[in-house]
């Protein structure tokens, strides 16, 4: 074999690090890339943020006119033939002291602390109670470990003997003698499942249910009846109705009127007191409708500004070729990459998101009934850009439209067929049967092969299995758990 040396053309895709970095942005949310900007800040001198600056110049600009008049006003009363009893000052006592907010103030809250109180959580409200009560030492222990036992739904999480066993050895570590037993457990706990709120430390929905109304007042229309139920909670819970009139000799208005009282009681106690704090998404595109067409654009309040710091910038035109300079045309060519890559960015997701508005106009017309079907090769092949950039544009992104805030990948579906020869899209579907379900009888609910029989009346395809598999999906129970007899 004999070696030799030659030239070969080839074509060869690379990744380069302005490429890679672009793919990264790309996929980022809107506090990622936030995130990114300001490391990106800190790390280079000659990438800065454009502020907004038209507050601050007409401010600086009405404080040199008032000087100046000031100015003017002191020199008029200096050169008069008497002078006053009160000659004009430079400063005012508010200059000194404010004590409300002026037109050029900042405003008296900004000023503050933040003195808001923090979430009081369920165990929190109950040691309080428990503070109060004249318990001894021991019973006090006891309510402590059955209140660390309490689940997110306020019930007790553990058997009796486990609590016994928890104080026995915090007991013996704290070198007391004293010996607890079942019967103590259980009078500590009928004194905590009295206490605000009514049924906390219940080990289930029946007890906790009747520790409620039996705290409500003995001439309460239903109320015993209501208990009556709660003795046969299993048939209640299955709703057999028949078998549970046949068993506690109630009437079927008896029952209806008992089970209405049951319904206004809570269920789960200890949700009250669960952190109601949402995580609010904050959109990326923005959807509006102006003179009968949709208009899409970027919010303008997550799209960074920035800029190449003009005084660096400067510095760089000097001819020399020292270390400082050559570290400067580094950092400026970084910066000048970043912001070509947070362009394209914003370009992109601009692009794909008009293309999906564009498949989606009866969505945003009429709702989730006129949903599209709609894959990301569609929007690929119609933007022009490979499948993957589209997945990474629209993963943790967020559109706002008149009908909410959706996720882009929201608005990509399966498709099912039609009799028509056309296509539906899955989400569609689902709402359809939402909303035959929402409009069915509760006497007589709908079959998942009725819903199947409607669908294909409005020229829909879709087998039994299907709308079974639709309606779990939306969390609907069958048509047996959602008949209502009374």
């Excluded at 206004?264 to 409708?289: M, N, W």
């Amino acid at each position: 074999m004999k070696l030799s040396v030659g030239l070969k053309v080839a074509n060869s895709l690379s990744l380069t690090p302005q490429l890679q970095q672009a793919i990264r942005l790309l996929q980022l949310s809107s506090l990622e890339l936030e995130q990114e900007v300001q490391i990106q800040l800190d790390s280079n001198p000659l990438l800065e943020k454009v502020e907004e600056q038209s507050s601050v110049e007409s401010l600086s600009t009405l404080e040199e006119q008032e000087q100046e008049h000031d100015q003017k006003d002191l020199t008029k009363e200096l050169n008069a033939d008497h002078l006053p009893n009160d000659l004009p000052v430079d400063t005012d006592w508010d200059d000194v002291y404010t004590h409300l907010p002026t037109s050029l103030g900042a405003a008296e809250y900004e000023e503050r602390e933040d003195n808001r109180q923090g979430h009081l959580g369920l165990k929190e409200h109950m040691m309080q109670q428990i503070n109060l009560l004249h318990f001894s030492q021991v019973e006090q222990l006891i309510a402590y470990c059955i209140v660390d036992a309490l689940d997110d739904n306020g019930f007790l999480d553990c058997e009796i003997s486990e609590i016994t066993t928890s104080v026995q050895h915090l007991l013996i570590s704290m070198e007391y003698e004293d010996e607890v037993e079942d019967d103590e457990v259980l009078v500590v706990l009928k004194h905590l499942q009295r206490l605000e709120p009514i049924g906390i430390g219940s080990r289930n929905l029946a007890e906790c249910l009747s520790i409620q109304l039996e705290s409500l007042a003995t001439d309460v229309p239903y109320r015993q009846e209501a208990l009556q139920l709660l003795q046969h909670y299993e048939l209640l819970i299955s709703n057999d109705l028949a078998k549970l009139i046949k068993q506690t000799g109630l009437s079927a208005d008896q029952l209806q009127h008992a089970v209405a009282l049951l319904k206004t009681l809570k269920a789960h106690p200890g949700t009250a007191f669960e952190d109601q704090e949402s995580d609010y998404q904050i959109p990326d595109v923005v959807v509006s409708k102006k003179q009968d067409h949709w208009q899409v654009q970027l919010n303008p309040d997550v799209v960074p500004k920035l800029r190449i710091n003009s005084f660096y910038a400067n510095m760089i035109k000097r001819a020399d070729q020292s270390e400082d300079n050559q570290y400067l045309r580094n950092q400026m060519l970084d910066a000048k990459n970043f912001i070509k890559s947070v362009d394209e960015r914003h370009k992109t997701l601009l692009k794909v998101a008009t293309c999906i508005v564009q498949h989606q106009r009866e969505f945003l017309e009429i709702g989730a009934e006129g949903m599209k079907p709609l894959i990301l090769r569609d929007v690929a092949d119609e933007v022009e850009l490979h499948e993957s950039t589209v997945s990474r544009v629209t993963t943790n992104k967020y559109m706002l439209t008149p009908r909410g805030l959706f996720e882009l990948k929201y608005f990509f579906s399966s498709h099912v067929g039609t009799s028509s020869g056309g296509e539906a899209s899955s989400t569609a579907i689902r709402a359809k049967i939402k909303k035959l379900i929402a409009e069915e009888n509760p006497r007589k609910p709908l079959s998942d092969n009725t819903i199947a029989n409607l669908l294909k009346e409005e020229g829909i395809d879709v087998a039994r299995r299907t709308v079974a598999k639709y309606r779990e999906s939306l969390n609907i129970p069958s048509s047996s758990e959602r008949k209502v007899l009374i």
